[in-house]
């Protein structure tokens, strides 16, 4: 069973889940309008695994007893001076979201509660991950700077990316 305090720190948690998936769609039409559909298809990969791990919380505070309460989010911003910007927001975020993770695994080192200890491992290491892949996207928006033909290549290698749900997420 969630204590009270985990209950409550997973539904602002949750409420953060969506509103970076809301922040990465928007990411995406700015890119749609560049028009960088390559880079535009790598955001709402993003998305869709932000929503994944909505549900992935949602099913675990309900398998725990809890009760999942949606929240109201803010609207995100809808411009960006160039794509460099766009992901130097995304690692800055992705920067946010472990430390909100860290601190939920605090809490549940703090309450003994070893079920969600356990649990929010999986989202320490793909914290790591989404900290790295964004590392990357701005070191290389960096290296081609404005080049048109370096923003091309990585638009179509951004194309690439699929969304691979996560393992034993039931809908």
């Excluded at 928007?26 to 990969?45: D, N, R």
């Excluded at 356990?118 to 290491?125: D, K």
């Excluded at 290296?143 to 699929?162: P, T």
Aim: hydrophobic residues 45%; contains cysteine.
């Amino acid at each position: 069973m969630l204590s009270e305090k985990m209950e409550k720190a997973f539904n602002e948690q949750i409420k953060w889940e969506i509103y970076s998936s809301y922040l990465y769609m928007s990411m995406a039409t700015y890119c749609e309008a560049l028009p960088m559909p390559g880079f535009a298809h790598w955001l709402k990969v993003q998305a869709q695994e932000e929503l994944s791990h909505v549900l992935k919380m949602n099913q675990f505070v309900s398998e725990r007893g809890g009760r999942v309460r949606l929240m109201p989010i803010d609207g995100p911003a809808t411009d960006w001076e160039s794509p460099l910007a766009v992901a130097e927001q995304v690692l800055e975020h992705e920067k946010v979201v472990s430390k909100r993770i860290n601190d939920l695994v605090d809490l549940a080192q703090a309450e003994k509660d070893h079920a969600s200890f356990s649990f929010l491992q999986w989202f320490v290491n793909e914290q790591v991950e989404e900290e790295a892949n964004a590392q990357d996207l701005v070191g290389q928006l960096k290296m081609v700077a404005n080049a048109a033909g370096g923003l091309f290549m990585l638009d179509k290698e951004l194309a690439a990316r699929a969304f691979t749900m996560p393992v034993g997420l039931t809908i």
